[in-house]
């Protein structure tokens, strides 16, 4: 349906559970789910169980993470694809991600400054409100 609407250009459905996404060691995590991301790209990523992965970072799991680097995804993918849309003939996807980074770097730099590292989250680590929304540029 959303391919036939022009809102997806393939439409497939990659089904992930807390198992597929939360890795049992500390790092393995983000990288489960960037995958899961990847291979959803251009389709719909559906997470059976989403509810799991709350009450997980509720005890401590790694479900925390997992949320985390899922809105980062989210919120990159979305304003890349509004910049995209706004400048189709002079979008360049190199510059547009350093552009990205730079403007993620920025509000990280401002959160430190401020003494925003919550929860034990490295000074460098990007979190989800370091992604600008797809309208900043």
């Known amino acids: 349906m959303f391919r036939d ?6 439409g497939h459905v990659v089904e992930a559970k807390r198992a597929t996404l939360v890795g049992e060691y500390l790092g393995t995590t983000a990288r489960l789910v960037s995958k ?44 890349l694809e509004a910049t995209r849309r706004a400048r189709s003939a002079g979008f360049g996807n190199a510059r547009t991600v350093r552009g990205l980074l730079e403007l993620m770097e920025a509000r ?6 401020h003494g925003g590292c919550r929860g034990g989250t490295p000074p460098s680590e990007y979190l989800p409100e370091d992604v600008p929304g797809p309208d900043a540029r």
């Not at 609407?5 to 393939?10: E, I």
């Not at 990280?108 to 400054?113: D, K, Q, T, V």
């Open 36 to 79: 899961a991301f990847q291979d959803a790209m251009d389709g719909v990523l559906f997470i059976d169980e989403a509810h799991s992965l709350i009450s997980d970072a509720r005890h401590g799991g790694y479900g925390k993470e997992a949320i985390h680097t899922l809105v980062q995804r989210e919120r990159a993918a979305a304003w």
């Open 108 to 113: 990280m730099a401002e959160r430190y400054l």
């Open 5 to 10: 609407l022009g809102l997806l250009h393939k």
